[in-house]
C-alpha cells in the first residue's frame, strides 16, 4: 500500500517521524460513541424490542457426556405462555468456525459433550415462563465416559467426542522444525529446560450474550446480535438455515465487551433466528451469566516443555517448544489456537532454529478459543520466564539479554514470518528507564522485586478464516451534497473504539470534523464485508480500506474543485473543513460547497476502498498461522511486594511501553494497554478454569467450579496497581499511517514479568499461573528446606513420536542466508506435516 | 438474565403484624431485609418462598439507641452502621469488620439482622438450579450427599457473616421477636455447627436488635477485626479473626478470639484465648498463642483459596490480628 506521507522505516527518529502535519490522527480525542455509552443510549442487542416479540430459553446439558435417547417436552408443553419449541432435529446441520472443523450443532442432535450444551429451546411470551418450561423440559440420557483432562483424553481414544480429530481424542497433533535444533543444542553452552502451565481463564465480558430476531416478508429474517464477526455468523446462519445468504441480514449491536468470547457463530443464535422464522414472531434470547461461561472460547489451559540452547555470551542457538492443549468439547478456534502456541515465539528474539509440537485434546467442558492474545500468552509466559532464568544462571541482566538477541526490522525468522517495524529495543529501554530496572533489580529489599518482560502480537491475520482472495476489509464512503459524510464499513465496536478509529481517517482524508461523519457498521446487507473484531486486525485493516475510500473520494473532489478554482488538483489541500490551495490558502472552497461541486460535475459521489494484507513466504503446513503484516511490541516491568509469612503477592506499580506504530488516538491506545495490564494481572493472580469431578463411584459430574463472576476471581478496581503507559512511536509503512495493533499485545508480558518480579522479591520460581498465595508458600517452604525454590508442573505427557516428521529443507545450520536464498528462489519449503486423518464427521 | 421466582409479598408496618404473618404463613414464608442475601438465593432456587414479608416498613427495627449498652436496630443499614458514631468511637473494629461486608453499593441494602441471619455459603450451593442439578444437588437443598465430605452426615456449609464473629467476641446479645413474646440471648448462641440447620432461632422469629454492652466497648477492651479474601472489595472471607482482650496491670485477663468464615458458625480459638489469659502482651506470648489457632481452623474445600492454604495461614493472621489489638502494630486492614 503506497503511504506518501510515511518514511521507510528506519528513516525518521521517533519524534521527527510526523514531519507531516495530522488533524485528528495523534491527537486524543473523544470516542464517537463516548456520549451514548455513558449516557445509556447505546443500544446492545438485549436493549432490543419489538410488539410480540417472544422470549427464546435454551435447556442445556446436566451431563457432560451422554447419548440423548429423548427428550421429553410434555411438562414444558402444559407451562402458560409457551409458544413453541425447537430441538436438534429442526435444526440438522452443522456449523463451527473454521471450515475444517463444522463440529456444532445449534442444538445436540445425539450427543452432548459438556454441561451446558443446548439441547432444546423453547419460546414463550415472557421470560419468566420460558425458563420454567426449558427448566420442565426432561432429558433421557444414556450416560458415556468422560475426559477432563489432556493426560485423561490421551488415556482415553475411544469414545471419540468427534470423529473428525486426527487421533483418538486428540483434536490436533502439529509437528514442525524449522533447521537442525539438536545441531543448535549441540552448539550451546547451556540448554535450559523448563515446564510451564498457564491455566484457562474466560473473557468475562460485562455484557452477556444477547440475540434479537425479525421475521420479515419473503421469509427473509434479520438476526442482531452481539457478536465480533457478523460475516461468519452470515455464514453459519446461511448454513444452518438453509437460505439464500442474502435472505439473512445480520447486524451485530455494539458489543458489551467482547475479548475474543463472541468470535464464534453460537447456537443460541441460530435458535433465536430459527425460532422467529417458526414463529413468526420477533424473537429474543438473552444469556445468563452461566450460559456464558457454557459459550467460552477462552483462553486455552497449556502445558509447555520449552528447551533453548544458549552460548555462554547469551546468545541463543536455537528452541524446540511443545504445547498440549485442552480444547474443550468443540473444534472452535482450536487449530488456529494450537499453531498460534508455537507461531509468535519467533518474532521478538532471533532464533536461528527452531522446533514446535502440539496437541490440542477434545475433553468434556466448554469449548476454548481465542481470548485476547489468542494462544501466545501461554508460550509467551514460559519463554519469558526462562529468558529470565538464563540471565540469572548466566548472570546478564534481563534487560540486556533481550537487546542482545533482539530480532531486526524486516527480518524473515525461523518460521517463515516476515517482519515489519521492530520497537521492541525501544520499548525495553522505556521501562528499563521508567522503573530504573538497572539500578534496582536484584538490589531490592527482601518481599520486594521486579520483573521485565516482553511480547509481541499480531496486527491481524494475514489470512481469512475461509479461503478466498477477496479483501479482508472495504470500507465504502457516500457524500452527501450537505457535506454530510456517510461511512459503511462491516468492522463491528466491541469497545475497543474501532468506530472512533474509521471515523478518524476519513476524517483525516478529507479535511472534515468527526461531527460530519456517521458511521453505518457491522451489517452484513448494507455494509462492505469487514471479516471481525478479533486478531487485533481491524486498525490496520479497516483503516487502510477507510484511507483508500477517503482518497479516492479526496482526488474526485480535487479534480472538480481543481477545475472550478483553477489550480492543480496535487496543490489543493483538505483541511478545517475546507479545500484550498496550498500556495494561496485564501483561495478555496467551503467543504459543502466543494462537494456540490463534484456531485454537479460527477452525479452522485460514492467512493469504495479495500484492504488485502500482503502474502508470507511460508508455505508449509500450518504457515497460515502466524502472518501478519506487521508485529506489535511490548515490554513491561511489574514492582511486586510479597508477604513471605502467607505468600500472598500484590503489583505494586506496573511500567509498560507499547510499539504503536502511531498512535491514531493515542487516549484510546493507553485505555488499551491499560486494559490488557488489568486482563494480564487478572490471568497472573486469579483468574482459571477451575472444573470439579465428583467422587466417580457416587457421580457422572464434571462441572465448572464457579460460573459466576462473583466466584470466578477477576480484577476489581482494588487490585489493579498505578500504571506508568509509554508508547513508542515508529510509524510502520506497513500500517495506516503507520499505525499497529494495541488491542491484544499489551496483555503478554504481564504474567511473566509477574513471576519474575516474584522470584527477584522471594527467590522462588512459580512457573505456572494463575500465581496463587499457596503455590508461592509451598516454593518458600521448600526453599527453606533446600529443596528447589519451585512450584510449577512435574510431568509433560509422552505422545507417540511417529507424528513428527523433520524438515524437509535439509540445512545443516538454518541460517538465515540459506532462508533468503529459498525465498529468492521462490522454493516452497515443505516442513511439517501430520497423520493422515478422517476429515469431516 | 435469572429471574426471580414469583411470591406474595406482604409489607407490614409494625413489629407484631410482621410476626403474626411470620407465624400464621409457617415455614413457607421468609422475611427479606436489603434482600441482598435473599434475591440471590430466590433467584438460584436453593431458597424457596411462597410469601415474603418485607421488614422495611417497620419502624421498631430501625434506629440505634446509644446509652450505657448501644441497640442496634435490625434494619439498620451496613453503610449507615458501619459510620454510626456509636460504632466507630466504642466498637470500632465491630464498625470495620461491618465495613468489609460485601462493597459499597450492597451496603447500602444489607443490613445488620440479614447480616447475623445470613445463609451458609458453599460454592456447591451457590449456584443455580441448572447447575445444581448437574451434581443432583447436595445436602444442603434437595439432594443427598454432601460433596465436601461425601461420607459426612452433615453439611459444612460456612457462616460468612462478617459481623458474626466480632459480635460474638464482643459478647452481643440478640433480641428476637416472635408472637409467642420476646427474648434476648447471646449472639453465641444464636448460631449452630450445622451448615443446614444454622441458627438456633425458630423459623417464627425475628432478630429485632443486637445489643453491644458497655463493658465491652473501646475503654474497657482492645479490640481488632481481620479479614482475608481474595480481592478488596465484593468478596465474602474465606477467614476473619475477630479480637477482643481485656488487660489489667498489662497482663490479660479476659481474651476472645472468635473465627468466622472457615466453619459453620463464628468458631471460638478456645485455646488460643486460654494461652493469652495471664500473659502479658508481647510478641513472643502473642506468637505463641497464635499457633494454637491452627488446630482451631479444619477448613474444608468449598469456598475460595486452597483449603491447606487456609488452615496454614490461620495462625499467621489470628498473630497479626492480636498484634494490632495489642498496639504492636498497625492492623493489616481487611
Ligand atoms: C456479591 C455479594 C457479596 C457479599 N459479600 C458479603 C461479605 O463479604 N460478608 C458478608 O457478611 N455478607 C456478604 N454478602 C451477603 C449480604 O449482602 C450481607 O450479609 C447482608 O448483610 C445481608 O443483609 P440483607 O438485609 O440484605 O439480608 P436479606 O437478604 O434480606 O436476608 C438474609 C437472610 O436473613 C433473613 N433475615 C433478614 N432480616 C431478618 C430479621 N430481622 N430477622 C430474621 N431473619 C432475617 C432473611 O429471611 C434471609 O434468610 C454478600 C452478598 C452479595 C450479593
Ligand atoms: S457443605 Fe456439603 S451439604 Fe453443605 S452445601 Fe456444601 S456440599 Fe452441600
Same mark, same amino acid.
Given at each position: 500500500m503506497p503511504d506518501p506521507g510515511i518514511p521507510p522505516a528506519g528513516t525518521a527518529a521517533p519524534g521527527e517521524a510526523a514531519e507531516r502535519d495530522f488533524a485528528v490522527v495523534g491527537t486524543p480525542f473523544r470516542r464517537v460513541d463516548g456520549r451514548a455509552k455513558v449516557t445509556g443510549s447505546t443500544r446492545f442487542a438485549d436493549d432490543l424490542s419489538w410488539p410480540?416479540?417472544?422470549?427464546?430459553?435454551?435447556? *442445556?446439558?446436566?451431563?457432560?457426556?451422554?447419548?440423548?435417547?429423548?427428550?421429553?417436552?410434555?411438562?414444558?408443553?402444559?407451562?402458560p405462555g409457551v409458544l413453541g419449541f425447537l430441538t436438534g432435529a429442526d435444526l440438522p446441520s452443522t456449523f463451527g468456525i473454521l471450515p475444517v472443523s463444522q463440529d456444532e450443532h445449534a442444538l445436540a442432535r445425539d450427543l452432548v459433550r459438556h454441561v451446558g450444551d443446548p439441547i432444546a429451546a423453547v419460546a414463550a411470551t415472557s421470560e419468566d415462563a420460558a425458563h420454567e418450561a426449558a427448566l420442565a423440559i426432561e432429558v433421557d440420557y444414556e450416560l458415556l465416559p468422560t475426559i477432563g483432562s489432556v493426560e485423561e483424553a490421551i488415556a482415553t481414544p475411544e469414545p471419540r467426542l468427534h470423529g473428525y480429530a486426527d487421533r483418538g481424542n486428540l483434536h490436533k497433533v502439529v509437528s514442525m522444525e524449522f533447521g537442525d535444533v539438536e545441531a543448535g543444542f549441540a552448539e550451546a553452552d547451556r540448554v535450559f529446560e523448563d515446564?510451564? +502451565?498457564?491455566?484457562?481463564?474466560?473473557?468475562?465480558?460485562?455484557?452477556?450474550?444477547?440475540?434479537?430476531?425479525?421475521?420479515?416478508?419473503?421469509?427473509?429474517?434479520?438476526? /442482531?446480535?452481539?457478536?465480533?464477526?457478523?460475516?461468519?455468523?452470515?455464514?453459519?446462519?446461511? !448454513?444452518?438455515?438453509?437460505?439464500?445468504?442474502?435472505?439473512? *441480514?445480520?447486524?451485530?449491536?455494539?458489543?458489551?465487551?467482547?475479548?475474543?468470547?463472541?468470535?464464534?457463530?453460537?447456537?443460541?443464535?441460530?435458535?433465536?433466528?430459527?425460532?422467529?422464522?417458526?414463529?413468526?414472531?420477533?424473537?429474543?434470547?438473552?444469556?445468563? =451469566?452461566?450460559?456464558?461461561?457454557?459459550?467460552?472460547?477462552? !483462553?486455552?489451559?497449556?502445558?509447555?516443555?520449552?528447551?533453548?540452547?544458549? !552460548?555462554?555470551?547469551?546468545?541463543?542457538?536455537?528452541?524446540?517448544?511443545?504445547?498440549?492443549?485442552?480444547?474443550?468439547?468443540?473444534?472452535?478456534?482450536?487449530?488456529?489456537?494450537?499453531?498460534?502456541?508455537?507461531?509468535?515465539?519467533?518474532?521478538t528474539y532471533r532464533l536461528p532454529r527452531y522446533r514446535f509440537e502440539a496437541i490440542r485434546a477434545f475433553t468434556n467442558k466448554p469449548a476454548c478459543g481465542p481470548k485476547r492474545g489468542h494462544g501466545t500468552p501461554q508460550p509467551r509466559f514460559g519463554w519469558e520466564v526462562q529468558l529470565d532464568k538464563i540471565a540469572v544462571e548466566l548472570g546478564l541482566d534481563p534487560a540486556a539479554l533481550r537487546l542482545r538477541n533482539l530480532e531486526q526490522p524486516g527480518t524473515v525468522t525461523a518460521n517463515w514470518l516476515r517482519l515489519g517495524t521492530v520497537g521492541l529495543g525501544s520499548c525495553i529501554e522505556a521501562v528499563v528507564a521508567g522503573s530504573r530496572f538497572r539500578e534496582r533489580w536484584g538490589r531490592m529489599p527482601e518481599g520486594r522485586g521486579l520483573g521485565l518482560a516482553c511480547g509481541s502480537y499480531l496486527c491481524g491475520a494475514g489470512l481469512p478464516i475461509y479461503w478466498n482472495h477477496m479483501p479482508q476489509s472495504g470500507v465504502a464512503i457516500h457524500l452527501d451534497r450537505g457535506g454530510g459524510v456517510a461511512v459503511f464499513c462491516g468492522q463491528t465496536e466491541i469497545g475497543q473504539g474501532s468506530d472512533s478509529v474509521l471515523a478518524a481517517v476519513v476524517a483525516e482524508v478529507l479535511g472534515v470534523g468527526l461531527a460530519?461523519?456517521?458511521?453505518?457498521?457491522?451489517?452484513?446487507? +448494507?455494509?462492505?464485508?469487514?471479516?471481525?473484531?478479533?486478531?487485533?486486525?481491524?486498525?490496520?485493516?479497516?483503516?487502510?480500506?477507510?484511507?483508500?475510500?477517503?482518497?479516492?473520494?479526496?482526488?474526485?473532489?480535487?479534480?472538480?474543485?481543481?477545475?472550478?478554482?483553477?489550480?492543480?488538483?496535487?496543490?489543493?489541500?483538505?483541511?478545517?473543513?475546507?479545500?484550498?490551495?496550498?500556495?494561496?490558502?485564501?483561495?478555496?472552497?467551503? /467543504?459543502?460547497?466543494?462537494?456540490?461541486?463534484?456531485?454537479?460535475?460527477?452525479?452522485?459521489?460514492?467512493?469504495?476502498?479495500?484492504?488485502?494484507?500482503? =502474502?508470507?513466504?511460508?508455505?508449509? =503446513?500450518?504457515?497460515?498461522?502466524?502472518?501478519?503484516?506487521?508485529?506489535?511490541?511490548?515490554?513491561?516491568?511489574?514492582e511486586v511486594e510479597v508477604d513471605r509469612e502467607t505468600g500472598v503477592w500484590r503489583p505494586v506499580q506496573v511500567w509498560i511501553a507499547h510499539d504503536i506504530g502511531r498512535a491514531i488516538n493515542p487516549a484510546l491506545v493507553v485505555g488499551q494497554v491499560e486494559g490488557s495490564v488489568y486482563m494480564g494481572l487478572g490471568e497472573a493472580m486469579m483468574e482459571e478454569s477451575a472444573f470439579r469431578r465428583l467422587p466417580k463411584a457416587r457421580s457422572h459430574a464434571l462441572v465448572h467450579k464457579f460460573p459466576s463472576v462473583l466466584e470466578y476471581k477477576s480484577l476489581t478496581f482494588e487490585e489493579m496497581p498505578p500504571v506508568t503507559t509509554y508508547l513508542i512511536e515508529e510509524p510502520d509503512p506497513a500500517g495506516p499511517f503507520g499505525?499497529?495493533?494495541?488491542?491484544?499485545?499489551?496483555?503478554?508480558?504481564?504474567?511473566?514479568?509477574?513471576?519474575?518480579?516474584?522470584?527477584?522479591?522471594?527467590?522462588?520460581?512459580?512457573?505456572?499461573?494463575?500465581?496463587?498465595?499457596?503455590?508461592?508458600?509451598?516454593?518458600?517452604?521448600?526453599?527453606?528446606?533446600?529443596?528447589?525454590?519451585?512450584?510449577?508442573?512435574?510431568? +509433560?505427557?509422552?505422545?507417540?513420536?511417529?507424528?513428527?516428521?523433520?524438515?524437509?529443507?535439509?540445512?545443516?545450520?538454518?541460517?538465515m542466508t540459506e532462508r533468503d536464498e529459498a525465498l529468492r528462489a521462490g522454493s516452497v519449503a515443505v516442513l511439517t506435516t501430520k497423520l493422515e486423518g478422517k476429515r469431516g464427521e | 438474565m435469572l429471574r426471580l421466582p414469583a411470591f406474595r409479598l406482604r409489607q407490614p408496618t409494625s413489629l407484631a403484624e410482621a410476626c403474626r404473618i411470620l407465624s400464621g404463613e409457617g415455614p413457607a414464608a421468609r422475611v427479606v431485609a436489603g434482600g441482598t442475601d435473599l434475591w440471590p438465593n430466590l433467584k438460584r432456587r436453593n431458597q424457596k418462598a411462597s410469601t415474603v414479608i418485607s421488614l422495611a416498613r417497620v419502624p421498631e427495627l430501625a434506629g440505634v439507641r446509644a446509652g450505657g449498652e448501644v441497640r442496634l436496630g435490625a434494619m439498620e443499614t451496613l453503610a449507615d452502621l458501619e459510620r454510626a458514631p456509636a460504632l466507630v468511637t466504642r466498637y470500632p473494629a465491630l464498625a470495620r469488620a461491618i465495613g468489609s461486608i460485601?462493597?459499597?453499593?450492597?451496603?447500602?441494602?444489607?443490613?445488620?439482622?440479614?447480616?447475623?441471619?445470613?445463609?451458609? &455459603?458453599?460454592?456447591?450451593?451457590?449456584?443455580?438450579?441448572?447447575? &445444581?442439578?448437574?451434581?443432583?444437588?447436595?445436602m444442603k437443598a434437595e439432594g &443427598?450427599?454432601?460433596?465436601?465430605?461425601?461420607?459426612?452426615?452433615?453439611?459444612?456449609?460456612?457462616?460468612?457473616?462478617?459481623?458474626?464473629?466480632?459480635?460474638?467476641?464482643?459478647?452481643?446479645?440478640? &433480641?428476637?421477636?416472635?408472637?409467642?413474646?420476646?427474648?434476648?440471648?447471646?449472639?453465641?448462641?444464636?448460631?449452630?455447627?450445622?451448615?443446614?440447620?444454622?441458627?438456633?432461632?425458630?423459623p417464627d422469629e425475628i432478630v429485632a436488635e443486637v445489643a453491644l454492652p458497655a463493658e465491652s466497648d473501646a475503654a474497657h477492651l482492645r479490640t481488632a477485626f481481620f479479614k482475608l479474601r481474595r480481592r478488596g472489595s465484593i468478596d465474602f472471607g474465606v477467614l476473619s479473626v475477630a479480637v477482643a482482650l481485656r488487660t489489667e496491670g498489662g497482663r490479660v485477663t479476659d481474651a476472645r478470639v472468635v473465627l468466622g468464615s472457615i466453619a459453620s458458625f463464628p468458631s471460638p480459638a478456645g485455646e488460643v484465648a486460654r494461652a493469652l489469659i495471664g500473659a502479658p502482651l508481647t510478641t513472643e506470648s502473642i506468637r505463641a498463642a497464635a499457633q494454637r489457632s491452627r488446630a482451631a481452623a479444619t477448613p474444608m474445600d468449598n469456598t475460595d483459596f486452597d483449603p491447606r492454604w487456609r488452615g496454614q495461614v490461620t495462625p499467621v493472621y489470628v498473630e497479626r490480628t492480636l498484634r494490632a489489638a495489642a498496639g504492636l502494630d498497625a492492623a493489616d486492614g481487611a
Open positions: 410480540r416479540m417472544a422470549f427464546v430459553k435454551l435447556a *442445556r446439558s446436566t451431563v457432560p457426556h451422554a447419548r440423548i435417547r429423548g427428550i421429553d417436552l410434555t411438562r414444558a408443553e402444559r407451562v515446564l510451564f +502451565f498457564y491455566d484457562g481463564n474466560t473473557h468475562l465480558p460485562l455484557e452477556q450474550h444477547a440475540t434479537v430476531a425479525l421475521p420479515e416478508d419473503e421469509g427473509r429474517v434479520t438476526v /442482531w446480535s452481539s457478536t465480533q464477526t457478523p460475516h461468519y455468523l452470515h455464514r453459519a446462519l446461511t !448454513r444452518v438455515l438453509g437460505l439464500p445468504a442474502s435472505h439473512i *441480514r445480520v447486524v451485530a449491536t455494539p458489543n458489551g465487551g467482547g475479548f475474543g468470547g463472541k468470535s464464534d457463530p453460537f447456537g443460541h443464535e441460530i435458535v433465536c433466528a430459527a425460532m422467529a422464522l417458526k414463529l413468526g414472531r420477533p424473537a429474543r434470547i438473552a444469556l445468563t =451469566r452461566e450460559e456464558v461461561f457454557y459459550c467460552h472460547r477462552g !483462553r486455552h489451559p497449556v502445558l509447555m516443555r520449552l528447551r533453548t540452547g544458549v !552460548r555462554a555470551d547469551g546468545t541463543l542457538t536455537g528452541q524446540s517448544l511443545e504445547t498440549t492443549l485442552d480444547g474443550g468439547a468443540y473444534g472452535s478456534y482450536g487449530v488456529a489456537s494450537t499453531y498460534y502456541t508455537g507461531a509468535l515465539q519467533t518474532v460530519d461523519i456517521r458511521l453505518q457498521v457491522a451489517d452484513t446487507a +448494507f455494509t462492505p464485508v469487514d471479516l471481525g473484531s478479533y486478531s487485533s486486525r481491524v486498525t490496520l485493516m479497516v483503516g487502510h480500506a477507510a484511507r483508500e475510500a477517503a482518497e479516492r473520494a479526496r482526488e474526485t473532489i480535487a479534480r472538480a474543485v481543481a477545475a472550478q478554482l483553477e489550480v492543480p488538483a496535487e496543490r489543493l489541500v483538505f483541511a478545517e473543513r475546507r479545500v484550498f490551495d496550498a500556495a494561496d490558502p485564501g483561495r478555496g472552497l467551503a /467543504w459543502e460547497e466543494a462537494v456540490i461541486a463534484a456531485e454537479a460535475r460527477f452525479g452522485t459521489l460514492a467512493t469504495t476502498g479495500s484492504y488485502i494484507p500482503p =502474502r508470507s513466504p511460508g508455505k508449509y =503446513r500450518g504457515a497460515g498461522v502466524g502472518p501478519s503484516p506487521t508485529y506489535s511490541y511490548s515490554a513491561a516491568v511489574v499505525a499497529k495493533e494495541v488491542g491484544q499485545g499489551p496483555l503478554l508480558p504481564i504474567p511473566p514479568a509477574c513471576a519474575n518480579a516474584i522470584f527477584d522479591a522471594v527467590g522462588v520460581r512459580i512457573d505456572q499461573v494463575p500465581i496463587h498465595p499457596h503455590m508461592v508458600l509451598k516454593a518458600l517452604e521448600a526453599k527453606a528446606k533446600g529443596r528447589p525454590p519451585r512450584h510449577g508442573p512435574e510431568r +509433560f505427557p509422552e505422545v507417540e513420536a511417529e507424528l513428527k516428521l523433520a524438515t524437509g529443507r535439509k540445512s545443516k545450520d538454518g541460517t | 460485601s462493597s459499597p453499593v450492597l451496603r447500602n441494602l444489607g443490613t445488620l439482622g440479614g447480616n447475623v441471619c445470613l445463609d451458609t &455459603r458453599c460454592t456447591y450451593y451457590d449456584q443455580n438450579e441448572e447447575w &445444581r442439578r448437574s451434581i443432583h444437588y447436595c &443427598r450427599i454432601c460433596w465436601v465430605a461425601p461420607s459426612s452426615p452433615r453439611c459444612w456449609a460456612v457462616q460468612s457473616a462478617d459481623s458474626a464473629p466480632m459480635l460474638v467476641a464482643l459478647d452481643a446479645r440478640v &433480641r428476637l421477636a416472635s408472637s409467642a413474646g420476646e427474648r434476648e440471648i447471646p449472639v453465641a448462641a444464636l448460631y449452630r455447627d450445622d451448615g443446614i440447620d444454622y441458627l438456633a432461632k425458630r
